[in-house]
């Protein structure tokens, strides 16, 4: 993979005018979950930064829903961008179409890591102006045992909150990667970005159908994988095989597996 390609990728991808929505919509997202903080419990006094980034970060129809099908809008016509247009040149004329394939690959990675990142930090900006600021579980969380939506159990009191919130960050960032590669991967297939959009979004609203009605029997649905608390180590409820762990390598595979498609698929159009 040629970084010096990469990085023209991404910086092609990030000067789309649809970027520009990304902290308008990190705000909104964040506003409700402070909002729904409010309104739970009358005033914010005895929250802090972690209850807003639970809520945020943890709340299963945000993660599952929210987050991937807007990403899935600013990754799905990554690689079918280079078919038409004067992208077209640079698809037909590169030194290599493997290199192109792989080189959009990484280009999602870094709309991922970004992507989650500006979401991160709207959050954290907004919860400087409406909470208090402290290092362990707030007080909300003493008196009301995370009874909001992004809320833990009682078992992870003991817990760091930075360790906890850097495993939610890991997952959504990895999550985002994975499937918005498969994503840009489909509409390469069906040449039709439309669909594959509409596919994507459809997964994570079986996904979101899955938690609320038989997380114990398919936590595996595809953007289940975000969510810090479908897994063991956080809801009981799941096979015991289904660790953080095994979501980060089950999730790799599929990257894996996408990615020798697409490189099949870019090597054969090469013929």
Known sequence: MSFRMVWFHAL???SRTRWKVVPLFALGITVLAVADLAKGYGKLGDANQWDVLLN??????????????????????????DLEGWGYLHWNRGPSRALW????????????????SMMWLIAVLVSVFTVQWQLPWSRLVMLSQWSYPGGLGPQHLHVPPPVILFQAWGLITWGLFVWGTIIALLAFVLRHTGIAWMTGAASCLISYG???????????????????????????RVPAFFTIGWSF????????????????????RDL
Request: avoid cysteine; charged fraction near 10%; hydrophobic fraction near 65%.
């Open 12 to 14: 092609v991808l990030l």
């Open 56 to 81: 945020v970060f943890n709340d299963p129809f945000k993660v599952v829903v929210l987050l991937p099908a807007f990403f899935f809008i600013l990754v799905a016509d990554v690689v079918t961008q």
């Open 101 to 116: 394939w792989w080189s959009k690959v990484g280009t999602v990675g870094i709309a991922a890591f970004l992507y989650s």
């Open 210 to 236: 899955i938690w609320i009605i038989a997380t114990e029997k398919a936590p595996w649905a595809p953007t289940l994988h975000l969510l810090l608390k479908v897994h063991v180590e956080f809801e009981s």
């Open 249 to 268: 390598l089950a999730e790799t595979l599929l990257l894996l597996a996408a990615g020798v498609v697409g490189h099949l698929l870019s090597v054969r």
